[in-house]
T-cell receptor, first 115, second 111 residues
Framework: KAGVTQTPRYLIKTRGQQVTLSCSPI?????VSWYQQTPGQGLQFLFE???????NKGNFPGRFSGRQFSNSRSEMNVSTLELGDSALYLC??????????????FGPGTRLLVL | QKEVEQDPGPLSVPEGAIVSLNCTYS??????FMWYRQYSRKGPELLMY????GNKEDGRFTAQVDKSSKYISLFIRDSQPSDSATYLC???????????FGKGTKLTVNP
């Protein structure tokens, strides 16, 4: 079974621009979560989508947004990029159980550099 | 106080050593506990997942959870150079996808 895929793998943008990152979850997984990883803050939760609806949201400004499509693929968008947005953006997918989702599997990430 | 505390290391051990990695947490609502391994320039890879207090073993890896002390551990036996990576603990509340991570411990196993 193919793992979580993310595109693009690397991006260079300038301040003020916007960026869209894409994530394809493991086949059959309906939940997709996004995380930001930086050396200073570590891995921080951005948001989670399930069946095209945002279920959870982390403490990030409104410049960070996302969406999920009917095939469970997800995109996240960052508008008006700032230097501090430079990070590894990770997508994770999970299957749901009767107790709720239990394990998340991560993609390789998109490394974003803002100049 | 951060919800999850993890000593960032770095930790350097000789090949064959037993490695102990630890995290403490403050939120008693956490029910699920995970350990991820992350190689440089890669995404985190799920190593161990536990739900209840006690030990769970998988090959050379043992995960230990002590909910009364809010303390989790990962033990690696017979460590190998290929185990050199950053190890991240993560946990969440039941029914929520939001994982809260420790900062990660960088481990180097020297041949």
């Amino acid at each position: 079974k193919a793992g979580v895929t993310q595109t693009p793998r690397y991006l260079i943008k300038t301040r003020g621009q916007q960026v869209t990152l894409s994530c394809s979850p493991i086949s059959g997984h309906r939940s997709v979560s996004w995380y930001q990883q930086t050396p200073g803050q570590g891995l921080q939760f951005l948001f989670e989508y399930f069946s095209e609806t945002q279920r959870n949201k982390g403490n990030f400004p409104g410049r960070f947004s996302g969406r999920q499509f009917s095939n469970s693929r997800s995109e996240m968008n960052v508008s008006t990029l700032e230097l501090g947005d430079s990070a590894l953006y990770l997508c994770a997918s999970s299957a749901t159980t009767s107790r709720g989702s239990e394990t998340q599997y991560f993609g390789p990430g998109t490394r974003l550099l803002v100049l | 106080q951060k919800e999850v505390e993890q000593d960032p290391g770095p930790l350097s051990v000789p090949e064959g050593a037993i490695v102990s990695l630890n995290c403490t947490y403050s939120n008693s609502a956490f029910q699920y506990f995970m350990w991820y391994r992350q190689y440089s320039r890669k995404g985190p890879e799920l190593l161990m997942y536990t739900y209840s207090s006690g030990n769970k073993e998988d090959g050379r890896f043992t995960a230990q959870v002590d909910k009364s002390s809010k303390y989790i551990s990962l033990f690696i036996r017979d460590s190998q150079p290929s185990d050199s990576a950053t190890y991240l603990c993560a946990m969440n509340v039941g029914g929520s996808e939001k994982l809260v991570f420790g900062k990660g411990t960088k481990l180097t196993v020297n041949p």
